[in-house]
């Protein structure tokens, strides 16, 4: 027998249904640490379309050492990144991907956070980007009391986890997290 969705279940499939017709973004970044450092530095982007499609997919030479913790996450060595562009090189296009659509990412207190945080490092004004977060979502299709990690919440529905931590599957596992909330 089926359990019911609760109003609150279907609001979040009526939404995510709408971000994916919508044409939403799905983002991520890969760091050196967290927003709150004001030398924080971004790694990698990654920006996919709503169908998948590849937007931005770039290494990112953060202008500061790797620290070993972040690089045990990730992967991300610091000669990996040595002939990458930096955020000020790839800003002008990534500004204009967030900003023509709404940018959803897992755990979007994140990259929101790091963006500004980068941005203010680099005397970049913040892009005006129309967020939406698809962990704080999970939690509520799932009727969770705290939030699961992206790894944790696809292995759950069924979606494969693999080089999780590297920008560009992450943003693919959200967005086939996305996908699966929208159809119930």
């Known amino acids: 027998m089926t359990v019911p969705l609760t109003p609150r279940?279907?609001?979040?499939m009526k939404r995510s249904a709408e971000l994916l017709d919508g044409g939403c973004v799905v983002i991520d970044f890969e760091t050196t640490g967290f927003p709150t450092d004001p030398t924080v530095g971004i790694v990698e982007v990654a920006v996919i379309d709503s169908r998948g499609g590849v937007l931005m997919n770039t290494l990112v030479n953060p202008e500061r050492p790797i620290?070993?913790?972040a690089t045990k996450i990730h992967g991300i060595r610091n000669r990996d990144v040595t002939d990458a562009p930096t955020f000020g090189d790839i800003f002008p296009e990534?500004?204009?991907i967030l900003s023509s659509t709404?940018?959803?990412a897992y755990n979007y207190t994140f990259?929101?956070?790091m963006i500004a945080t980068v941005c203010k490092r680099c005397d970049l004004s913040v892009p005006a980007i129309d967020w939406s977060c698809a962990m704080r979502a999970y939690a509520v299709y799932k009727g969770l009391r705290s939030f699961k990690s992206l790894s944790t919440a696809c292995s759950e529905e069924g979606i494969v986890v693999e080089s999780a931590h590297?920008?560009?599957?992450?943003?693919?596992?959200?967005?086939?997290?996305l996908y699966t909330m929208a159809s119930g």
């Open 9 to 12: 279940q279907l609001a979040i």
């Open 67 to 69: 620290p070993y913790s």
């Open 94 to 96: 990534l500004a204009r």
């Open 102 to 104: 709404r940018a959803v």
């Open 111 to 113: 990259e929101k956070g």
């Open 166 to 177: 590297r920008a560009l599957a992450d943003v693919k596992m959200t967005l086939a997290l």
